[in-house]
Nanobody
Framework: QVLLVESGGGLVQAGGSLRLSCAASGRAFSNYAMAWFRQAAGKEREFVSAISGRSGNTYYSDSVKGRFTISTDNAKNTVYLQMNSLKPEDTAVYYC????????????WGQGTQVTVSS
């Protein structure tokens, strides 16, 4: 079983930056695909970004492409989401998730961290 713990959320003005972190337990972190999702109040959860554990390939939703960067530090079992040029519409609870089996299904989730962007 893997435990995911997010941190780094907070309140920031539009145009500002935040870096989210997600620390994972377990020994096989480098093999996992890791992703960030978000859920705004009253809306469905949506995909934000992902990184393949094996290839390092990265993926972004159109809404964050060019502003957000996902990365991993395998020595620290941590995945990051650097968020720049934040907009009020980025306000949401951000969750990290792990696909441990490489089948495209995220089967481990963190508890979420709130990001609020003021205008």
């Amino acid at each position: 079983q893997v435990l995911l713990v997010e941190s780094g959320g907070g309140l920031v003005q539009a145009g500002g930056s935040l870096r989210l972190s997600c620390a994972a337990s377990g020994r096989a972190f480098s093999n996992y695909a890791m992703a960030w999702f978000r859920q705004a109040a009253g809306k469905e959860r949506e995909f934000v970004s992902a990184i393949s554990g094996r290839s390092g390939n990265t993926y972004y939703s159109d809404s964050v492409k060019g502003r957000f960067t996902i990365s991993t530090d395998n020595a620290k079992n941590t995945v990051y989401l650097q968020m720049n040029s934040l907009k009020p519409e980025d306000t949401a609870v951000y969750y990290c998730a792990a696909d441990r089996n490489g089948n495209g299904r995220y089967d481990a989730w963190g508890q979420g961290t709130q990001v609020t962007v003021s205008s």
